[in-house]
C-alpha cells in the first residue's frame, strides 16, 4: 500500500527536534523499515539535521521536506497569512499543509494518514481517492470542535491513543465504528537502568543517601507541578528528600520559563537547595536522570491523552504517585502507582504518598518490580504492530462492504 502521512507542521520527522507525536512516528518508520509492509511517504517540515537524518537511506520509507524556514517561504507565510485571516490552524501550520497538499494530490496513495492534525481533513478533496485516517494524539476532535461533524465524517478510520481519547471521539457519533484504539509505546531499549548513565547524583549534588523524587514533562500549570512543590514543602523535615523536575516549558524552548517557570522558583525560593530544574533534557538524556531518582511524581490536573512519562517512569522500575485523569488510568494499575483523585488533589495528598513511600522500602521495591512488569506492554514494536494492524483493519472493512454491496 502506498501511504502518506501529513505531521503536524511544528517538529521535524525524523524526530531531530523532539516531540511525543514525532517520536511516535518514527517508531512507527522503523518498524516500516524492518518488516518493508507499505511504501510511506512523510511530509515534514524541513530541518537540516533531519534532512541529513540516517533514517532517509530506508528504501520503503521516503521523506518530503517542506520549506518553512528559508526567506521565501516566511514571506510566502505572511502573505497568505494576510489574505486568509480565518484558519482552522495557526498559519504556519496552514502553509505547511498547503504546500504538502499540492504535493500529495499530484500522486497517487492509497491511504493519507494525519497526524494529531484532524482539521487538515476539511481541505483534502472529495474526490481524492485515497482513504483518509486520523492519528489523533490529544483532545481534538469531539463534539465541541469547530465542524466536528464534518471532520468526523471526512475520516475513513480513526485512531486513537487510548480509550479516554476515543470516548470524546463519541460524543460527535455514539454509534461510531470508524475508531480503534492503539496505545502509544515507548523504547523500552532506551528506557531501562542497565543502559549506560551519562549523569550521576553527584553532578546535581545529590547523594546515595538522599531520597529524590522525579517529575518529567513540560513545566506547565497542567501538568500539577505548582502542588507538587507546595507537597514537597511540607516535607521539610525530611531534608534528606530532594526533587529533581526534568523538563522545559515547549521541548527545548525556554521563552515560556519567564512567565511559569521563574514564578515557580521565585514562590519556592525558600526551599531551592533541595529542589534542581535541570530545564529542558533530550529525549535520550531522560532515561539517565530518570534513573536517579527512588519514586516518581506525575500529579496531571488536567486530561493527560495517555500518559507516556508515567510508562517512561515505570520502564525504569519507579513507583509512581500520579493522578485518575484521562487516559492515565490505561497505563497505570494499584499495583504500581498511586492514584490520585485529581478533583479533589490537594497538596497534602501528595506529600502524604510521599512518605508513605519513603517510609516503606519494601513497598517501594514490590511496586517497582510491578512498575516494570507493566511497562512491558508498552514496547514501541507492540505500538507499531498494532497501528499497522489497525491500517490494515481500514483497508479489509473496506473491502468487506464492498463485496457485501455486489
Not at 496531571?300 to 510508562?311: A, D, K, R, V
Not at 479533589?344 to 508513605?356: E, F, P, T, Y
Request: glycine letters at 6%; aromatic letters at 10%.
Amino acid at each position: 500500500m502506498r501511504i502518506a502521512v501529513l505531521t503536524s507542521g511544528i517538529l521535524p520527522v525524523p524526530a531531530t527536534k523532539g516531540g511525543a507525536v514525532e517520536n511516535l512516528t518514527d517508531f512507527y518508520l522503523a518498524y516500516n523499515n524492518q518488516h518493508q509492509l507499505h511504501d510511506i511517504t512523510v511530509y515534514s517540515v524541513d530541518d537540516e539535521e533531519a534532512m541529513h537524518h540516517p533514517a532517509l537511506q530506508s528504501s520503503v520509507n521516503h521523506y518530503h521536506f517542506v520549506d518553512v524556514r528559508s526567506f521565501g517561504a516566511k514571506i510566502r507565510k505572511n502573505f497568505r497569512h494576510l489574505l486568509n485571516r480565518e484558519e482552522y490552524y495557526h498559519y504556519t501550520i496552514e502553509y505547511y499543509f498547503e504546500q504538502a497538499l499540492k504535493h500529495i494530490t499530484g500522486h497517487h496513495y492509497d491511504m493519507v494518514i494525519i497526524e494529531n492534525r484532524p482539521g487538515y481533513g476539511l481541505k483534502i478533496p472529495q474526490k481524492y481517492p485515497a482513504k483518509i485516517v486520523y492519528h489523533i494524539h490529544n483532545d481534538f476532535l469531539n463534539a465541541e470542535v469547530k465542524q466536528a461533524q464534518e471532520i468526523y465524517d471526512r475520516a475513513d478510520g480513526i485512531i486513537t491513543v487510548s480509550e479516554y481519547i476515543r470516548q470524546r471521539v463519541l460524543t460527535i457519533d455514539d454509534r461510531d465504528k470508524k475508531c480503534k484504539v492503539v496505545l502509544n509505546g515507548i523504547d523500552l531499549h532506551a528506557f531501562t537502568k542497565s543502559s549506560t548513565r551519562s549523569v550521576s547524583r553527584q553532578d546535581y549534588g545529590l547523594t546515595d543517601s538522599d531520597f529524590v523524587m522525579v517529575f518529567a514533562g513540560r513545566i506547565i500549570p497542567e501538568k500539577g507541578v505548582r502542588q507538587l512543590l507546595e507537597a514537597f514543602k511540607q516535607l521539610s523535615n525530611h531534608p534528606d528528600i530532594k526533587l529533581l523536575v526534568i523538563g522545559g516549558s515547549f521541548y527545548g524552548n525556554e521563552m515560556g520559563e519567564i512567565t511559569y517557570i521563574q514564578e515557580l522558583r521565585t514562590r519556592f525560593a525558600d526551599i531551592q537547595d533541595r529542589i534542581i530544574f535541570t530545564g529542558f533534557k533530550p529525549y535520550q538524556e531522560v532515561p539517565a536522570h530518570l534513573a536517579l531518582a527512588d519514586i516518581a511524581v506525575m500529579p496531571s490536573t488536567w486530561n493527560e491523552p495517555l500518559g507516556l512519562t508515567c510508562i517512561e517512569a515505570m520502564a525504569m522500575g519507579l513507583p509512581v504517585i500520579t493522578t485518575n485523569k484521562g487516559g492515565i488510568p490505561e497505563t497505570v494499575t494499584p499495583a504500581c502507582a498511586v492514584i490520585l483523585n485529581a478533583i479533589r488533589l490537594q497538596s497534602d495528598d501528595i506529600s502524604k504518598a510521599v512518605i508513605d513511600l519513603y517510609q516503606q522500602p519494601e513497598k517501594r521495591e514490590a511496586m517497582g518490580k510491578a512498575a516494570l512488569e507493566r511497562s512491558l506492554l508498552f514496547s514501541k514494536e507492540r505500538y507499531a504492530k498494532d497501528f499497522f494492524d489497525a491500517i490494515a483493519s481500514y483497508c479489509a472493512d473496506s473491502l468487506s462492504l464492498s463485496l457485501r454491496r455486489r
